[in-house]
């Protein structure tokens, strides 16, 4: 089984991103070959760096193709652009066998077809008027140097097919379109051309393409009943829309995979939310790694109904697949690089200590912090910076907090020092209770506005516990000696 991807040549975004997962699925469910081919026919549209993009984008969500342009292939080239003899030569058997005709119409013509239906509130149609020509009337235009056009006769007698999401489907294309061109002026071929083509030539079993692509299908079909070809078999996914069931539009920058990936989201969020809102599963689930959704896919549960996308939800899916990954030994060793270099970057200038980027600590910090933080991100936000920086607080400073400075630090360290790497938060809070309760005259709430002043130098921020567990007895115990000696 084989299963291809075609696609243009832009930035991959989450519809585009939705089609290939579910090619990819699809594929290796079926111990089939993903195969990546990318459409740049239209030269107008093509955009520079983006065919690279679009497979760095699939190889950074997970989903690498097994054939592409840049993995090559036995089926190659990729790229349609490398394929043009290819078409020509098609076009050519179609004209042979009279499937297929020049047309000569003008731009300017077909400009005024168009504005003369739109008058009449008609939607617009070529009227065929090319596919009556004599022979002896195209052999005189061409004798003139005449630009033209390879134009596709649409047969009436359309065959209904199987569509794997939509079941049985027929439309009468030629009712309602007049012949579509196939192979334009500059040689290069149109999408209906050159996808018939290579699916044949690539030996492609299965597409799985938008559900925009449904009505050309019965047009494609007669394609491969002029060339008498057995074509693969269709399934054409539903939309992927906002959660208000408007399109997802390209305007929103927001909706580019390379956006996704600078915020700080991580694949397995992305390709989990947009199957979690589809079809294709026993049941919605989050946190399915790639592996559970090839395990569980079923095409026949895929439903003709649009998946409404709700990306508010999706820091929360990245919340459940970050907490796996810092549970998982082999990707937390990636997260403590990852955070390791995202505090050199923010905090750099601020004279880290060294102490503090040791793959030990940070590594403490990510298991603490599992489940509360959405994006490792997160981690070097301010709220956090008391993690990476230590305060330069002076005992002076302390002392307008409390006069009991010396007692409440002699009783804190030893609390660390005899249990402290053994509390958690709930436990170290009645301790700080207890601590509060053997001094004379400070309040508890000043006892933690000098604890959180010694371990942060900040006002405000996460409570003293949480600090506390969260940077250890060893560090604790050092700035509160640090705060009291200077």
Known sequence: MISSFPTTTGFLHLGGLRTALYNYIFAKKNQGTFILR????????????????????????????????????????????????LYRSASDALLESGAAYRCFCTPQRLQLLKKEALRRQQTP??????RHLTPAEVAEKLSQGLDWVVRFRLEKGVQPFQDLVYGWSRHEVADVEGDPVILKGDGFPTYHLANVVDDHHMGISHVLRGTEWLTSTSKHLLLYRAFGWEPP????????????????SKRQGDIFL???????????????????????????????????LILQFEIGRITSHSALLDLEQLPEFNRVHLTRHIENEGL???????LQLLVEQV??????????????????????????????????????SYLWV????????????SAEVDEIGKLVLGLMTSQGGG????????????????????????????????????????????????????????????????
């Open 38 to 85: 990318l459409e740049d026919t239209d030269q107008n549209r093509v955009v520079p760096g983006a065919a690279e993009g679009i497979e760095d984008m699939l190889e950074w969500a997970g989903i690498p193709p097994d054939e592409s342009p840049r993995r090559g292939g036995s089926f190659g080239p990729y790229l349609q652009s490398h394929r043009l003899e």
């Open 125 to 130: 149609r070529y009227d065929n008027r090319c």
């Open 233 to 248: 078999q269709f399934g054409h996914l539903p939309l992927l829309l906002n959660r208000d069931g408007s399109k997802l």
């Open 258 to 292: 390379e956006h996704f990936a600078r915020e700080g989201y991580l694949p397995e969020a992305l390709l989990d939310i947009i199957t979690n809102c589809g079809s294709g599963f026993p049941e919605k689930q989050m946190g399915r790694t790639l592996e559970e």
């Open 332 to 338: 937390r060793q990636k997260l403590i690089k990852e």
């Open 347 to 384: 905090y750099g200038d601020q004279h880290v200590d060294p102490e503090v980027l040791e793959k030990e600590y940070v590594e403490r910090v990510l298991l603490l912090r599992k489940g509360h933080i959405s994006f490792l991100k997160n981690l070097v936000s301010s709220d956090y």
């Open 390 to 401: 230590r305060p330069s607080v002076s005992r002076e400073q302390l002392l307008t907090v």
């Open 423 to 486: 509390l958690t938060m709930e436990e170290l809070n009645k301790e700080l209770r207890s601590v509060q309760k053997q001094t004379q005259e400070t309040k508890y709430s000043s006892v933690m506005k000098l604890l959180r002043l010694a371990l942060s130098g900040q006002q405000h921020g996460p409570s003293v516990a949480e600090m506390m567990v969260t940077l250890g007895p060893k560090e604790v115990c050092g700035r509160i000696h640090k705060a009291l000696s200077s």
